[in-house]
């Protein structure tokens, strides 16, 4: 059994209003084992998609390699939009050291909540996929539940949008309480791929241009919640 540990602290700053939640880097990341193109940074991967996409919407001209130059960027874009990442998995066993998400066994989480409460300015978070087993919004769920929380539906289109209410520390007043909105994603992994080509709007975009692809679907989803 392999005990799968988060590599990364908790990216946030003071003047942090988004957070973007995942679950794992893949174990390579954690065992210090870096492929040719990966960056030494939350969703550093060479064939994840998030760094990619944002590297189009924003033209940040970023650099795809183990440097420090490269985490800088990644870092200096995310104070600058006010972003910040905090995955919900601390640690989780596999039987196969692999990256995938329905490989996780009893997976610890981090307190995502008191992270929340640690900085008020938070009133989004993102989550690189959505509700299916051991996703980072399955996951979330799970989390609130321990402080008798729950999401409640905003919107069922794809990206979905829930939100939750953290009630006020200093008021019985519920009028007071906190609203945290969330927006699950389409997972920035080819894993998704076959997800998105079932879609009804990918397909009525695909027949009308038949150069869009799985990563302009992704560019289109992810600039609008950026």
Not at 25 to 30: A, D
């Amino acid at each position: 059994m392999f005990l799968h540990e988060h590599p990364y602290k908790p990216f946030i700053s003071e003047n942090t209003t988004k957070l973007i939640v995942g679950t794992l880097p893949p174990p390579r990341f954690s065992m210090g084992k870096l492929k040719a193109g990966d960056v030494n940074f939350c969703y550093g991967s060479i064939d994840g998609l998030l760094w990619p996409v944002l590297d189009k919407i924003f033209n940040l001209k970023l650099k795809f390699e183990t440097t420090s130059e490269a985490i800088k960027q990644r870092k200096d874009f995310l104070k600058s939009r006010n972003i910040g990442v905090c995955d919900i998995v601390a640690s989780a066993e596999r039987d196969k050291i692999d990256a995938s998400d329905i490989g996780m066994q009893n997976p610890k989480f981090r307190n995502v909540i008191r992270y929340i409460k640690e900085y008020p300015k938070i009133d989004t978070l993102i989550f690189t996929g959505g509700n299916s087993k051991n996703g980072p919004e399955y996951f979330f769920r799970q989390h609130l539940k321990t402080f008798n929380l729950k999401l409640q539906v905003v919107s069922k289109e794809v990206p979905r949008i829930h939100e939750f209410f953290i009630p006020s520390e200093t008021s019985k007043d519920s009028k007071l309480d906190r609203i945290i909105k969330t927006i699950s994603l389409t997972a920035p992994s080819g894993a998704a791929n076959r997800a998105i080509g079932s879609m009804d709007l990918y397909k009525q975009l695909k027949n009308k241009n038949s150069n869009f692809n799985t990563f302009d679907f992704r560019v289109m989803q992810y600039r609008d919640v950026f």
